[in-house]
């Protein structure tokens, strides 16, 4: 099954600072990947996804993230934070082995301070 | 807008009762999935279903079952709860016509305490 690996389990960063939320997936011949945000007592909203085509996606709130195949990483990034940020945050990758699931990883907790 | 509505936001029981977690969407979804969320696991898939009457186990079904009697409603059943499902149980909805890029759509959650 494909999984995924977030390399950081909590990311503490200032106000306006950039920041990277590091995502590693197991390799597969065609994968389709996302990132979602989860707001403190809210569901997973989605941020982005690549599914093909040009390796830099472009999702809502001034998030991008970057496809590297050889790399296997789809990390997240923002150029400048700001408090409304602070959020979990949960790669993720389409499995085909359990049909239209997907499997997360365990999350990046951003909080931003000021 | 796609609109997933978990029917309760907190709910408390008590060990061994029989509760059950209810999930409506109002896409047409043909896929519907249940997930619970901890703190440091991330989200484990518990069961998912691909079409009315149709389930499949996912990663941690044991002590869960679902029932899908209709299209736009998927129901997570505890026949006897236990505190080790104390959680966050995510309800999800997805259509099929875009395969596997198609985005999960998830539902507010319900926050679970067994006592």
């Given amino acids: 099954a494909q999984s995924v690996t977030q390399l950081d389990s909590q990311v503490p960063v200032f106000e306006e600072a950039p920041v990277e939320l590091r995502c590693n997936y197991s390799s597969s011949v065609s994968v389709y990947l996302f990132w979602y945000v989860q707001y403190p007592n809210q569901g997973l909203q989605l941020l982005l996804k690549y599914l093909s085509g040009s390796t830099l996606v472009k999702g809502i709130n001034g998030f991008e993230a970057e496809f590297n195949k050889s790399q296997t990483s789809f990390h997240l990034r923002k150029p400048s934070v700001h408090i409304s940020d602070t959020a979990e945050y949960f790669c993720a990758v389409s499995d085909l082995s359990s049909g239209y699931a997907l499997n997360f990883g365990k999350g990046t907790s951003l909080l931003v301070t000021p | ?115």
């Fill in chain 2, 1 to 115: 807008d796609v609109k997933v509505t978990q029917s309760s936001r907190y709910l408390v029981k008590r060990t061994g009762e029989k509760v059950f977690l209810e999930c409506v969407q109002d896409m047409d979804h043909e896929n519907m999935f249940w997930y619970r969320q901890d703190p440091g696991l991330g989200l484990r898939l518990i069961y998912f279903s691909y079409d009315v009457k149709m389930k499949e186990k996912g990663d941690i079904p044991e002590g869960y079952s679902v029932s899908r009697e209709k299209k736009e409603r998927f129901s997570l059943i505890l026949e006897s709860a236990s505190t080790n499902q104390t959680s966050m149980y995510l309800c999800a909805s997805k259509g099929v016509r875009q395969g596997l890029s198609s985005p999960l759509h998830f539902g507010n959650g319900t926050r679970l305490t067994v006592t």
